[in-house]
């Protein structure tokens, strides 16, 4: 019997790799660079720059969600069939949008993704953001503090 809870209890530990703290890139392995853009745009991102002899794509602010205010750009590098994957987001809007104050875009607001393990964070929300566009490219996934 305890075989048998064992073994059902197998699938759903290996499923998932635990994200360290404060992890602020993801590397898939196996992508090109094509794959890489192909995907955010599958995921209806707009790509802001690009390069394809550096391998670089930069998107444009995104919202999370429909409507939402929080925005997220992601910064991807592809070297030797590598996806190097961070992002920065930030409350798009400022204290003047009540009297007609415009949405703020830019960049320099934006803070970096970091993985962080409450749940009910916008640093958590923005992460798997970028870890929904990371399981797109289908490769092997790991997580990193650089």
Not at 84 to 92: D, M, V
């Amino acid at each position: 019997m305890k075989l048998l809870f064992l073994a059902l209890l197998l699938p759903l530990t290996g499923r998932s790799q635990d994200i360290p703290k404060f992890s602020n890139t993801i590397l898939v392995k196996g992508v090109t660079f094509k794959q890489a853009k192909s995907a955010l745009l599958d995921s209806a991102y707009f790509i802001d720059q690009q390069n394809e002899q550096d391998g670089t794509i930069v998107t444009k602010p995104k919202g999370f969600e429909k409507n939402d205010v929080r925005t997220l750009i992601i910064y991807v590098r592809v070297k030797d069939s590598v996806a190097r994957i961070t992002g920065a987001w930030n409350n798009n809007f400022n204290y003047r949008a009540q009297s007609g104050g415009l949405g703020s875009v830019d960049k320099t607001q934006f803070h970096p993704v970091e993985y962080w393990k409450s749940s009910i964070s916008v640093q958590h929300f923005a992460f798997l953001q970028l870890d929904r566009y990371a399981r797109s490219l289908g490769g092997e996934i790991t997580y990193a503090k650089q």
